[in-house]
């Protein structure tokens, strides 16, 4: 029996409020104008209006919970908890909020003296190759912050994977806590322009697509044979956007792997994903990891390995 999580009126009542329109841009999701509404670029028969959404293909809609729950293959507590922004309470424009936001300017968190957490983060609790983190480290796309709280009792630590654009700008930004106990944050930077989320870009024709950094790093771990010469990108999301900006830039590309998640929400958006493709002449597969996704994979075979030793030793 699954964990009951309690949410008040309150907090149920925001969620649902949530702007969609707001909640999908900041989550790497296109919108495009449908009249008074906004139609997904990725599904065209889901139309948004404020924290309503209607799909014309199943004649069904609802509010901010139900359409996530759906779109993402969430269950109702991971749904809400999405909605009004995870551990770190960071809240989405609610679709009565008139007064206008300008858009926060993106800057990188503030750096820490040294990366010995997230090193020990990624290679001893989710077993990256030390190597393959130090080739993102050394090209500054990988980094350590140290934030403090809003009233300056905490200090927050987490590893920040670094999106540059075409000048080598960063431009977007994803952290990671890197806490092994309980919840730990994971969201993008305000201000990260979704197109160019974390990636690394190979001269090869193939484009592996995954929806996390750390999955992307687990992947080069798991397949390491001449993994410079591919190209990579974590979605940090869904969204498509990120993929688009690849292959724009890289038009050698004629092959693209989807590696997103081994569950419901993983494979809806790797059909998605593949419509994006059905027409610009791309070859393309799905890839699916054996657990929920690649570190789950990374993590049992490091495991399993090191068993085995154990029994040689014995």
Same mark, same amino acid.
């Given at each position: ?9 309150? !907090?149920?009542?925001r ?13 790497g999701?296109?919108?495009l104008?449908?009249g008074r509404?906004?139609?997904?670029a ?7 209006r404020?924290?309503?959404w ?17 779109f ?24 009565? !909020? ?8 993106f #800057? ?11 090193y ?16 993102f ?7 350590? #912050? ?8 905490k200090?927050y630590?987490?590893a @920040?994977? @670094? ?25 993008? @930077?305000d ?12 001269k ?14 687990s ?5 390491p ?5 591919? #190209? ?22 004629s ?9 419901e ?20 597969e ?15 075979m490091?495991q ?5 030793f ?5």
């Amino acid at each position: 029996m699954g964990v009951y999580v309690h949410f008040t009126d309150d !907090q149920k009542c925001r969620a649902n409020n949530v702007d969609l329109v707001d909640f999908l841009q900041r989550h790497g999701e296109k919108l495009l104008p449908s009249g008074r509404d906004k139609r997904l670029a990725s599904d065209h028969s889901i139309t948004i209006r404020g924290n309503e959404w209607y799909d014309h293909s199943a004649e069904k809609g609802g509010y901010a919970i139900d359409f996530v729950r759906q779109f993402y293959g969430l269950s109702f507590p991971e749904a809400v908890t999405m909605l009004l922004g995870g551990e770190q309470g960071e809240s989405y424009r609610p679709v009565s !909020q008139k007064i206008q936001e300008t858009k926060k300017t993106f #800057s990188l968190p503030r750096p820490h003296s040294d990366m010995r957490r997230v090193y020990a983060y990624l290679v001893k609790t989710r077993c990256i190759d030390r190597e393959v983190v130090n080739y993102f480290a050394k090209a500054k796309l990988l980094y350590e #912050s140290c934030e403090r709280s809003k009233d300056g009792a905490k200090e927050y630590h987490n590893a @920040v994977f @670094v999106g540059v654009d075409e000048t080598g700008t960063a431009r977007h930004a994803h952290k990671r806590g890197l806490y092994t106990e309980g919840v730990s944050f994971k969201g993008n @930077v305000d201000g990260s322009d979704p197109q160019y989320s974390f990636h690394w870009i190979g001269k090869s024709g193939h484009l592996y697509v995954f929806e996390a950094p750390v999955d992307m790093l687990s992947y080069i771990t798991l397949c390491p044979k001449d993994w410079q010469r591919h #190209s990579y990108v974590a979605l940090c999301g869904v969204g498509c956007q990120a993929m688009m900006w690849m292959l724009e830039q890289c038009p050698y590309i004629s092959h693209v792997s989807f590696c997103l998640d081994n569950d419901e929400a993983g494979h809806k958006a790797s059909e998605r994903l593949k419509n994006q493709l059905a027409e610009k002449g791309y070859a393309y597969e799905r890839r699916i990891s054996q657990g929920k996704d690649w570190n789950d994979d990374l993590v049992c075979m490091t495991q399993q390995k090191q068993g085995g030793f154990e029994m040689r030793m014995a």
